[in-house]
Every structure is written in C-alpha cells, then in structure tokens.
C-alpha cells in the first residue's frame, strides 16, 4: 500500500474529480488541452496535492488525486479550477476564440 506520511499522520486519502466545460462543449482539444494541464500541474505541485492520474478529454478532465487529510474536496477543486488555477482566465487570454463561444 501507498500510505503518505505527515508529522503526526498516516494516511491514504484519494479523490477522484471530474469537471467538465460549460454545456459540454468540445473545446479541450488541441492546444487548449495541452494548455489545461500546466496550471493543473502547478497548482497541485504548490498546494502538496499529489496527481495520481490525469486524463484531459475534448469536453471533461478527470483527475485522481491524493492530498492531505486537512484538505477537504471542496477546497481542492476550488484551488485547481478557481481563483488560484486561473485557467479559466488564461485559456481565454491565449484563444480568443473560445471567449466567443462562452
């Protein structure tokens, strides 16, 4: 087993989200998919999230995570996809195209 350990903790504590674009719109792909999962990666890499397994598809991205016991779901995904991962705002910064379709 692949148990994490912290000062006064052991555990092993996996989340598996899914989150997917607005109305299901297939704009992941290309280079908007290749540009999804570097603020991705940093934010977990910032906020000692471990990514287990990440895949990004033209309309959703799942991502399996592991993250300490203090941090609750909610928190983590408000950190990834919200305010701290910004992507939202870069992807439109990048592709202007996308903005017309938002």
Known sequence: MDYRYSSHTVYKIQYH???????RYQVLKGDVGLKVREPIRQTCQ?????ILKGVVSRDHVHLFVSALPSRAPSEIMRRIEGREG???AK????????RKRY
């Not at 910032?46 to 471990?50: D, N, P, Q, S, V």
């Not at 992807?91 to 195209?97: G, K, Q």
């Open 17 to 23: 989200f899914v989150f997917v674009t607005k109305h």
């Open 46 to 50: 910032a906020f000692e999230i471990e």
């Open 91 to 98: 992807r439109f910064e990048s592709f202007p195209d996308l």
């Open 86 to 88: 910004r992507s939202s």
